[in-house]
């Protein structure tokens, strides 16, 4: 008698197809090669000022433009990439938000379409600037450098929160 190879058949196609769900639907939308250029941080209203002093460790916002020569390095830094991003004078990119916050996984609240992240709560900064009438965000982990995030997502918890 001779074993038939329909459970072994009927078990791989059910791997495929639960293989093939784990996918992202809008992975192959996007032009090879292509670019993009920053876009703003999409308000429903007013942002939040929760006031506090640049200088100091991440806990506030100013809301009006910086000098640049008062801020911590690494917010110099995303003042700097996001005047050249936007060719805005350093002089005029406003700090909206300088926080602590835990983001929900290890994409730091700027995930990218197809990639996956540690499930795990992720201590971590964000920094939304101004610039020219739209607001910009930059997001970290721990004490790490600052990236632009075009896509935001927000943190978890933020230190207003917990």
């Given amino acids: 008698m001779r074993p038939t190879a329909g459970p072994t058949v009927l078990g ?24 993009s250029s920053p876009s703003a941080i999409p308000t429903d209203g007013p942002t939040t000022d ?46 909206v938000v300088f926080e602590t916050v835990t983001w929900s996984d290890g994409s730091i609240g700027c995930p990218e379409p197809g990639k996956a992240y540690t499930q795990a709560l992720v201590d971590g900064r964000r920094l939304v600037l101004a610039a020219g009438g739209s607001e910009f965000a930059y997001h970290g982990e721990g004490q790490g450098p600052l990236a632009y995030c075009a896509s935001p997502v927000p943190p978890a918890e933020t230190a207003e929160t917990r």
């Fill in 12 to 35: 791989l196609a059910a791997l495929l197809l639960a293989l093939g769900s784990c996918g992202d639907p809008d992975v192959g939308d996007e032009t090879p090669g292509a670019t």
């Fill in 50 to 95: 929760r006031t506090a002093d640049p200088t100091a460790s991440p806990t506030g916002s100013t809301g009006r433009p910086s000098d640049p020569a008062s801020l911590p390095p690494d917010v110099r830094t995303a003042v700097d990439d996001l005047a050249g991003r936007t060719g805005v004078d350093p002089g005029e990119i406003a700090v």
